[in-house]
């Protein structure tokens, strides 16, 4: 079972960047297919972006692309989400996942879940 850690959420500026990590513990990142999902207060949570385990795919929510990019870093246990251009509708709780599966925009094709990151953006 892995452990998946989120960080480097915070405060800014509309306009703004931010780049957000999730560190995993107790079992090889390489296993899994990798996403990144928000919740903002009052609304479900959403997809925003997935990598294979190889990096080789990528998917991002409509609203992000070109703005947002995933990757990661199997060496390190680690996956990325850079967020530029960010704007106060992009405030919300980004938690990232980790799913056996294919790669997936689906909640419910992640198994492994962490706390979240709390993004404000002040316009």
């Known amino acids: 079972q892995v452990q998946l850690a989120e960080s480097g959420g915070g405060l800014v500026q509309a306009g703004g960047s931010l780049r957000l990590s999730c560190a995993a513990s107790?079992?090889?990142?390489?296993?899994?297919?990798m996403g990144w999902f928000r919740q903002a207060p009052g609304r479900e949570r959403e997809f925003v972006a997935a990598i294979s385990r190889g990096s080789s795919t990528t998917y991002y929510t409509d609203s992000v692309k070109g703005r947002f990019t995933i990757s990661r870093d199997n060496t390190k246990n680690t996956v990325y989400l850079q967020m530029n251009s960010l704007s106060p509708e992009d405030t919300a709780v980004y938690s990232c996942?980790?799913?056996?599966?294919?790669?997936?925009?689906?909640?419910?094709?992640?198994?492994?879940w962490g706390q979240g990151t709390q993004v404000t953006v002040s316009s």
């Open positions: 107790g079992r090889t990142l390489s296993v899994y297919n």
């Open positions: 996942a980790a799913g056996t599966g294919f790669i997936s925009r689906q909640r419910t094709g992640y198994d492994y």
